[in-house]
């Protein structure tokens, strides 16, 4: 059974730090690509960032500086390290599994994370 389940999500002001974390099982996880997208209110889901089973990265241009992808192979964990973080990053982000550009075979249930003051 295939399971990507995120945690970390949550409340922080603007400026603050969220790590987003993606637990994967059922999957090959070290010869995939993985990677994040996020869905705010009215908005379509949008590719946040991905990264290569061999760990090249690609983000989206306004979370270039801000987020780092990354992925530990060991643990089948794939992480997101959020700072800086803005009002208009506020959204759910969904792991993902498949390329990292952004195809998808399977999806994460969505962890909501809101930045407000």
């Known amino acids: 059974q295939v399971q990507l389940v995120e945690s970390g999500g949550g409340l922080v002001q603007p400026g603050g730090s969220l790590r987003l974390s993606c637990a994967a099982s059922?999957?090959?996880?070290?010869?995939?690509?993985m990677g994040w997208y996020r869905q705010a209110p009215g908005k379509q889901r949008e590719l946040v960032a991905g990264i290569t089973s061999g760990g090249r990265t690609n983000y989206e241009d306004s979370v270039k500086g801000r987020f780092t992808i990354s992925r530990d192979n060991t643990k089948n964990t794939l992480y997101l390290q959020t700072d800086s973080l803005k009002a208009e990053d506020t959204a759910v982000y969904y792991c993902y599994a498949g390329r990292a550009d952004g195809y998808v075979m399977y999806w994460g249930q969505g962890t909501q994370v809101t930045v407000s003051s």
């Open positions: 059922g999957i090959p996880f070290s010869i995939l690509g």
